[in-house]
């Protein structure tokens, strides 16, 4: 077996715990537009959440994720790691994303575009500040500081990026580092989907690809696609969120980051268990 093999079978290994998935892509009520939608469901079968995006069909190629699929995403980058989806979560997925691919593929120092923590830094402040272009979020979105800190003076936005930094590379970074040395196949897994046509091939079948070496697709030609998945949670990553959660919580309070930033720093539902 190889370790392509083996991370997608401890991805995909049934655990006590799991998130449901359907995605679909469907006409919508507005000619000339497709809908994603995305819906999350406990295993007691409670919807826990539901996306939906509206496209044109003339939309340019793109990837799953940024069509707003994000099956890849949601099941590898958060409920693997007992990660919930928010908007502080988010960024976990941005460290686990910039410093995983590198270690994955043996290129930790040697980045073409620069090494992990400039591009941690990078996604930071595309986030906070924006605009990104179209996103799974949806394509109109800016940076989040406009939508969720609108009050926020400059020195504020400031302030904001700076506290962003600690929190992914003093709190979060070292415990994934942590993880990662100890578990290559945890490690595999955040190598770049480019690299991993198995697990691509596994997650997303039927799939119409407009350039399958790339993996884009267009909306018009994937109407009609429906995915059903599982995604487990591991132990030992939730416990690493936990950890991640209560050390964020105790610096968002102690630097009062609530009360101007909102849900930008707001660790409510960060992990699945809160």
């Not at 099956?71 to 502080?88: A, E, N, P």
């Not at 799974?136 to 936005?157: H, K, M, N, Q, R």
């Not at 945890?186 to 697990?199: G, K, V």
Request: some cysteine; charged content about 25%; proline content about 4%.
């Amino acid at each position: 077996m190889t370790l392509d093999e083996e991370a997608l079978a401890y991805l995909l290994q049934p655990r006590d715990r799991w998130i449901d998935i359907e995605v679909s892509i469907c006409g919508d009520e507005n000619p000339g537009t497709v809908r994603v939608v995305s819906r999350h469901s406990s295993q007691e079968g409670n919807l826990l959440q539901e996306f939906s995006i509206g496209w044109p069909e003339s939309s340019e190629p793109n990837t799953e994720y940024g069509y707003g699929l994000s099956i890849i995403h949601d099941i590898k980058d958060h409920y693997f790691y007992g990660l919930g989806i928010t908007t502080l979560t988010e960024f976990q997925t941005i460290v686990q994303t910039y410093y995983g691919r590198e270690i994955a593929g043996g290129t930790l120092g040697r980045a073409p575009n620069g090494d992990y923590s400039s591009r941690i830094e990078q996604a930071i402040t595309d986030e906070l500040f924006g605009p990104r272009g179209a996103r799974v979020y949806g394509p109109l979105e800016t940076g989040l500081l406009d939508i969720y800190a609108i009050d926020a003076s400059s020195p504020d936005c400031i302030a904001a990026q700076y506290h962003m930094s600690t929190i992914c590379l003093d709190i979060m970074l070292p415990r994934l580092k942590e993880v990662y040395a100890k578990h290559p196949v945890i490690r595999r897994l955040q190598a770049s989907t480019l690299d991993q046509p198995l697990l691509v091939d596994t997650l997303l079948p039927g799939v119409k690809w407009l350039n399958k070496e790339k993996r884009l697709l267009t909306i018009r030609d994937n109407l009609g696609l429906r995915i059903q998945a599982r995604a487990y949670v591991d132990e030992v990553l939730l416990a690493t969120t936990r950890g991640i959660r209560e050390a964020v919580r105790e610096y968002v309070e102690r630097h009062d980051l609530l009360s101007i930033y909102c849900a930008i720093f707001d660790t409510t539902h960060y992990c699945l268990d809160s």
